[in-house]
């Protein structure tokens, strides 16, 4: 029994197909949502972030297909498994179309109950451990003390790549869409503009990352090219570090000293204690305040020298912590895995010894003979040959 | 070989060894997946199953302990899907026989593989979802139990491989 209904939309026109797949998903504890507009069923999405989107990619023609688009260049909503069910026959389109991010597909007319089977499969790889392996084996993750974000770019464009780099600040998150190789867009919370957007997470060397690639299907919003933003954002990050050199952890929560004389302060210097009045980060504070980003650390270390903002007790507070949690149980999960995996080799090496103890000069010889050639060559490093897609047909017919 | 070479230069192909101490085993598990099925003289079975006209997959069968060693590992190893181990869940011979086989292959190789008891003729019913799931030994390594009268449970044991693979896959 599930702890909570797992939420699916379908997006495909009305028929007595349909009907009857709703009817069973229903019959099988699943909430369902149908929609037969592809604006519409895009907004659902985005509101309601179900848990798998069922679809038809021929239901409105380009729209169809646009839709899928917006599904998959959408932050929010493009790690949500999609079934297509397509009526699509020929082998090689339908291996294009699971290139393409497919999850599944079903033929048309499908039989519900061979949907419903599947979309339980589906919910079983996608549980959250397989979830977060997933998607950090498509790119890659780590510290932005280590890799600034003027690093992760240029190693993208270097291989011509394309994907999400998502940060982290530890309270705050945002993400860097590249195509091929370029910036196209960037977005964070508070910040309309795409430049400013970018700019902003320029400064923000304390952190996490990680990279998902994969293809994003968008214009480039930013007018200036890669070079020019690298020789911008080298700049910015250089005079960050030196604007913060002096100042406590941009993480430290600072509260206003109470001084009635307060007379003698700019406006500025007002303004920006007024955001002290209870405890935040130098960084909370910043992101509340209408000044930029090197003002508002001028603005608070001016403060903390005239000794009208004090650190109080409180830590850090890290909102969005999901890349933080996703770091530590990927490595939990590293280690686990082989913790397990040596337990497993030395009971195995602890019964080859007690065997060769039992067993006659033969065996044993043999057993050396095959290690050998492996061992010659070193541990050897395994690289399957068949694709997703490939891998994917091959479970589609065993489950025949 | 005449077999392998038809199809190999015009076909996607992936590669599953199947090894274990029991050639019959092997070349049982091999049957209940494969269309065509060659035994050769030197006590190796080559299967073929076809998946589409463009993609199979080749099963190598290898059945006796001698035959490990003369089996091309450092050529299969790199680009194999994975390998299946078969033995008699009611021998101790064939269950100490593939301790040894998966220490070589789990030391040397960082393939994907499965680890198969077969229980046929077991007294005792056993729900056929026990098939189907197995376990996770290692992120790469599962076992599962199989019934080597019954050809579905050769797919079971396939499908949880090739699910390892997929979760594996970039």
Same mark, same amino acid.
């Given at each position: 029994m599930r702890d909570q209904a797992h939420h699916i939309v379908i997006f495909d026109k009305s028929s007595l197909e349909v009907e009857r797949l709703v009817q069973l998903l229903r019959d099988n504890s699943f909430d369902v949502t149908v929609l037969s507009n592809a604006q519409d069923a895009y907004q659902f999405c985005l509101v309601s972030q179900p848990d798998l989107i069922v679809f038809d990619?021929?239901?409105?023609?380009k729209e169809g297909l646009n839709f899928y688009r917006q599904i998959k260049n959408q932050y929010s909503t493009q790690r949500i498994p999609l079934i297509l069910t397509t009526e699509e026959a020929d082998h090689n389109k339908r291996v294009e179309l699971i290139e393409m991010g497919i999850d599944d597909f079903v033929a048309k007319p499908y039989y519900a109950e061979e949907v419903v089977a599947r979309i339980i499969n589906l919910f079983q790889e996608f549980r959250p451990a397989t979830f977060i392996s997933k998607s950090v084996e498509r790119g890659f993750i780590g510290s932005l003390k280590e890799m600034t974000l003027i690093d992760l770019i240029q190693t993208m464009e270097l291989g011509k790549k394309s994907g999400v780099i998502n940060l982290n600040r530890g309270d705050k998150e945002g993400q860097i869409y590249v195509n091929r190789g370029r910036i196209v867009d960037a977005v964070v919370e508070d910040y309309d503009s795409v430049e400013r957007a970018y700019l902003h997470m320029l400064t923000w060397i304390d952190g996490t990352f990680y990279v998902i690639f994969q293809d994003v299907h968008l214009d480039s919003q !930013?007018? #200036?090219d890669n070079q020019a933003l690298f020789k911008e954002g080298a700049k910015i990050i250089d005079q960050w570090r030196r604007a913060i050199g002096e100042l406590p952890s941009l993480h430290t929560c600072l509260i206003a000293v109470?001084?009635? /004389? /307060?007379?003698? !302060? #700019?406006y500025p210097e007002r303004s920006m204690l007024a955001h002290f009045h209870e405890s935040r980060s130098i960084l909370q504070a910043i992101d509340v305040s209408d000044f930029d980003d090197f003002d508002g650390l001028k603005i608070i270390k001016s403060l903390l020298e005239k000794g009208l903002l004090i650190k109080t007790d409180m830590h850090r507070t890290e909102k969005n912590s999901q890349h933080l949690a996703l770091h530590h149980a990927l490595e939990t999960d590293k280690r686990d895995a082989k913790t397990k995996y040596s337990h497993i080799f030395s009971i195995f090496q602890r019964n080859k010894r007690s065997n060769a103890d039992n067993h006659g000069s033969m065996n044993d010889k043999t057993d050396e003979r095959a290690e050998s050639l492996l061992t010659q060559h070193g541990r050897i490093k395994n690289n399957v040959q068949l694709t997703k897609a490939e891998l994917l047909l091959i479970r589609q017919k065993l489950g025949k | 070989m005449s077999f392998l070479s038809i199809h190999k230069d015009t076909h996607r192909i992936g590669e599953i060894v199947v090894a274990g101490p029991s050639l019959p085993l092997q070349k049982r598990f091999i049957t209940h997946l494969c269309n065509e099925v060659v035994i050769t003289g030197n006590s190796t079975v080559f299967g073929r199953s076809k998946i589409t006209d463009e993609l199979q997959i080749f099963f190598y069968g290898i059945g006796e302990k001698e035959n490990y060693m003369d089996f091309a590992w450092d050529l299969v190893a790199p680009k194999m899907l994975g390998y299946v181990l078969v033995y008699n869940w009611f021998e101790g011979n064939s269950f100490a026989s593939v301790q040894n086989l998966l220490n070589m292959l789990a030391g040397h190789t960082d393939c994907h593989g499965i680890v198969v008891g077969d229980v046929a003729g077991m007294p005792i019913h056993i729900e056929p979802s026990v098939y189907e799931s197995g376990f996770s030994l290692s992120s790469k390594l599962y076992f599962a139990l199989w019934d080597s009268t019954d050809k579905a449970n050769a797919k079971s044991v396939l499908k949880i491989l090739i699910d390892s693979l997929i979760n594996h896959l970039e």
């Open positions: 990619i021929k239901v409105a023609g !930013l007018v #200036s109470k001084d009635e /004389n /307060n007379s003698a !302060l #700019s | -």
